[in-house]
């Protein structure tokens, strides 16, 4: 049932994009990424749901193909803020409404 | 702003010790969460609740018992502390399903160390 985060990690330089893809072999209502610091908690980033249109906010964008059961996380022109562990959350079809259950997680180093 | 407090932020205990690990929110969110994660890894599910006396267990069998005697209260406890138990654990809350975007508002996490 976890979803399968791809890469596991990624160094980018600060400018470069980056992207990461979760996938589920459920059908899937919703899901959802965060971003952690380190020593922090998760913060949410946006949310998307089956039939929803892709998701933007600032430089950071997502996108939910529903045949795929795939989400992918959209990074650009990445910052020195962005550098953290991103986690996709996701909410099975038949099971919406529970709770999420999230991938391993994506660690994103960017420098300058 | 999320509201959502977590007590103690750090504790210690000897093995056997029993624990409460202690969540409120202040948003009025009916659904709540209890996850636990090691330092850089995942997020495991270990008990969630969708509203006042309802209690549901999570993929992680982490032998802790949750309540939900009030809508703002989520108390986590051990009955019996065992280094394995070693971990932060994180509540969550969020409002119900069609009344917002469903996010997760996370508290701070309390980090156990069982010795």
């Known amino acids: 049932q976890q979803p399968v985060q791809s890469p596991q990690a990624v160094i980018l330089r600060e400018g470069e994009d980056a992207v990461i893809n979760c996938s589920s072999s459920k059908a899937l209502y919703s899901v959802h990424w965060y971003r952690q610091k380190h020593g922090e908690a998760p913060v949410f980033l946006m949310i998307l749901l089956k039939g929803g249109e892709q998701k933007g906010h600032d430089k950071i964008s997502a996108s939910f193909n529903e045949k795929k059961q795939q989400s992918s996380l959209y990074l650009t022109a990445s910052q020195l803020s962005y550098s953290g562990t991103y986690f996709c959350g996701t909410e099975p079809f038949n099971q919406a409404g529970t709770a999420l259950i999230f991938g391993k997680g994506t660690t994103l180093s960017v420098s300058s | 702003e999320a509201d959502i407090y977590q007590t103690p932020r750090y504790l210690v205990i000897g093995t056997g010790k029993k624990i409460t690990l202690e969540c409120s929110q202040t948003?009025?969110?009916?659904?709540m969460y209890w996850y636990q994660q090691d330092p850089g890894m995942e997020l495991h599910l270990i008990h969630y609740s969708y509203g006042v006396n309802s209690t549901e267990k999570g993929d992680l069998s982490s032998e802790s018992t949750v309540s939900r005697i009030r809508t703002e209260h989520f108390p986590l406890t051990l009955e019996s502390a065992r280094p394995s138990h070693t971990s932060q654990y994180l509540c969550?809350?969020?409002?119900?399903?069609?009344?917002?975007?469903?996010?997760?508002?996370f508290g701070e996490g309390s980090r156990l160390t069982v010795l």
């Open positions: 948003m009025g969110h009916d659904k």
């Open positions: 969550a809350s969020s409002p119900a399903p069609g009344t917002d975007t469903g996010e997760l508002f």
